[in-house]
């Protein structure tokens, strides 16, 4: 009986030390990624975002926009805006994806024009909550450089009657790393 339980703790050690050997077979596996949105800049504004891959065809993620230069971008002061995405390409965590975000914003109030329809008054900042979905596509190398091209549209849900805008958009070329 000794023997037996003696051979079926070793088979038992020898398939966990080969089964923890196969997962770590898929360089593209890494369950972590940071990103830098490329076309923000051109808005006057800064883009960053942080992935978790949950399996091969599902994440969390989160995004931050800031706008740093008003003049271009005047409407926009910034969003936190969480995510869950879905991919329907062969490696992991990369292909065409689908996303559904929430967003906490950031937007500038209405403008009052006066009678002169030149001159205007702003009402102070709105803060609001948005719901939308987006789509795109990731690529990554093995070496785990991500690149990335993504749209995504939702609307504002309780004060979009306090500022000029009813929606907030979401698009971006990203580079990025996983780890």
């Given at each position: 009986m000794k023997k037996n339980f003696s051979l079926l703790i070793i088979l038992f050690?020898?398939?966990?030390?080969?089964?923890?050997?196969e997962t770590g077979t898929d360089p593209y596996q890494k369950n972590n990624e940071i990103k830098l949105n490329l076309i923000s800049p051109l808005s006057g504004a800064?883009?960053?975002?942080?992935?978790?891959?949950?399996?091969?065809?599902?994440?969390l993620g989160i995004?931050?926009?800031v706008v740093y230069?008003?003049?271009?971008?005047?409407?926009m002061n910034y969003?936190?805006?969480?995510?869950?995405?879905?991919?329907?390409?062969k490696k992991y965590a990369s292909g065409f994806f689908v996303e559904g975000f929430g967003a906490f914003t950031s937007i500038d109030?209405?403008?009052?024009?006066?009678?002169d329809n030149l001159t205007f008054t702003k009402n102070k900042d709105v803060y609001d909550v948005a719901l939308g979905a987006g789509l795109g596509y990731k690529l990554v190398t093995k070496k785990g450089l991500v690149?990335?091209?993504?749209?995504?549209y939702g609307k504002l849900l309780?004060?979009?009657?306090?500022?000029?805008?009813?929606v907030v958009a979401k698009y971006g070329l990203s580079i990025g790393y996983r780890f």
């Open positions: 050690a020898f398939y966990s030390v080969n089964a923890q050997s800064v883009e960053a975002g942080f992935e978790r891959h949950l399996n091969k065809h599902s994440s995004s931050g926009f230069d008003h003049k271009k971008d005047e409407d969003y936190i805006s969480p995510y869950y995405r879905y991919y329907f390409g109030g209405k403008k009052v024009y006066a009678a690149f990335e091209a993504n749209v995504g309780f004060n979009a009657d306090k500022t000029d805008h009813s």
